[in-house]
C-alpha cells in the first residue's frame, strides 16, 4: 500500500505522522561513482527511524559474493549510524539523502511505503522451481519395492507367487547356474525381473538381457508354461536425458518385448511400482 493509498482508505484518521525522509545510498565502487538505494530513513519529532536493505539476492546476482560480504557491513555501518540518530557526518560509500517531505499513518506506515517504491534491490527474484532430475533404480530396490506392494495386494498369499528366496540353482552337481526368478509357483510360472531406470541405454541392455537368460534357462529345466519377464521402465523424467539417449532406450525396450514375445514370454512393464505389481498379480491369477 503506497502513502495515498493508506491516507485515503482511512479517512477518519486526521492526525496523520509527518516527517522529512532520506534515501541511503551505498556506493560499491568510489571509482565508478554509481549508487544504489539501499534503504530509506526518516526523522519524526528529531528521531531517526530506518528501513534497511536485508535481502541480498540481486546483490549477489550483481556482485557475486564479495558484493554480498560488502554490502551486509555497509548495512550494519548505516543501521549503527542511525541508531545514534546522527546522519549529518559523511561515511565512505553510504550517503544519507535528503528527499524531503513525507507522511503517512504511522513510522512503519511511512517507512513500507517509501521503502517499496525506492529500493528495487529488495524484490524477491523469482525461483524456478528446480527440474527433478534423473535417477537410476536398481534391480533389488525394485524388488524390495514389489514385495512391499505384492504384500498389500495380496496379504499373506503372496508367498504364493513370491517365495522368500528369489533365486533358484539349475543344473547338474558341480554345474549349476542361479537364476534370478523372484516370482514363481511350483508349477508353470517363472518371472524374471529387471529395472529400466537407468540412464545408460547399455546398462538397460545388459539388464534384461540377464532377466531374458534367466527365464529362457528356468523354461528349459522346469518346462515352464507361463514365463514372463517384469521390467520397471522410466517415467517423464526420462526427457531430462535428451532426444538422442530417450529414443535409443525406447528402441531397445520396445525391441526387446517383441522379441520376447515372439518367443512366447510376455513382457509385462510399467513405470510405477505399484502398477508393476498389479501386472504381475494378474500373470498370477490368469495362470
Keep these: 500500500m503506497n502513502l ?6 482511512n479517512p477518519l484518521n486526521s ?7 532520506f534515501c541511503i545510498k551505498w556506493k560499491p565502487d568510489p571509482v565508478i561513482g554509481e549508487q544504489l538505494n539501499i534503504g530509506v530513513a526518516v526523522r519524526i519529532n528529531g528521531k531517526l527511524h530506518s528501513r534497511i536493505l536485508n535481502y541480498f ?3 549477489r546476482c550483481l556482485y557475486d559474493e564479495a558484493g554480498v560480504t560488502q554490502v551486509e557491513i555497509i548495512t550494519s555501518i548505516a543501521t549503527e549510524v542511525i541508531s545514534k540518530n546522527n546522519i549529518t557526518n559523511s561515511i565512505d560509500q553510504i550517503t544519507f539523502e535528503k528527499k524531503g517531505f513525507c507522511q503517512g499513518l504511522n513510522v512503519n506506515d511511512i517507512l513500507d511505503s517509501l521503502y517499496a517504491e525506492t529500493v528495487p534491490l529488495a524484490k524477491k527474484i523469482r525461483v524456478r522451481a528446480p527440474k527433478e532430475k534423473f535417477s537410476s533404480i536398481s534391480t533389488e530396490k525394485v524388488y524390495i519395492s514389489l514385495i512391499n506392494e505384492l504384500k498389500l ?3 499373506l498369499g503372496y508367498e504364493n507367487i513370491a517365495p522368500k528366496e528369489p533365486s533358484i540353482y539349475v543344473g547338474e552337481e ?9 516370482f514363481r509357483d511350483g508349477a508353470d510360472l517363472i518371472g524374471g525381473l529387471a529395472s529400466a531406470v537407468y540412464s545408460d541405454p547399455t546398462k538397460i541392455e545388459l539388464n534384461i538381457l540377464k532377466a531374458a537368460r534367466d527365464v529362457e534357462s528356468a523354461r528349459r529345466f522346469r518346462n515352464a508354461k507361463k514365463p514372463a519377464i517384469f521390467i520397471l521402465t522410466p517415467d517423464d523424467r526420462i526427457n531430462t536425458l535428451g532426444t538422442q539417449k530417450v529414443d535409443s532406450i525406447n528402441t531397445i525396450l520396445d525391441t526387446f518385448s517383441w522379441h520376447m514375445n515372439k518367443h512366447g514370454v510376455t513382457v509385462g512393464s510399467h513405470t510405477e511400482i505399484n502398477g508393476l505389481a498389479e501386472e504381475i498379480a494378474k500373470w498370477s491369477h490368469a495362470a
Excluded at 174 to 182: D, E, I, N, S, T
Design 15 to 21: 492526525e496523520l505522522t509527518t516527517g522529512e525522509w
Design 153 to 155: 495386494i495380496s496379504g
Design 4 to 9: 495515498f493509498n493508506s491516507i485515503i482508505n
Design 174 to 182: 558341480g554345474a549349476k547356474q542361479k537364476l534370478f526368478l523372484p
Design 57 to 59: 539476492e540481486r546483490i
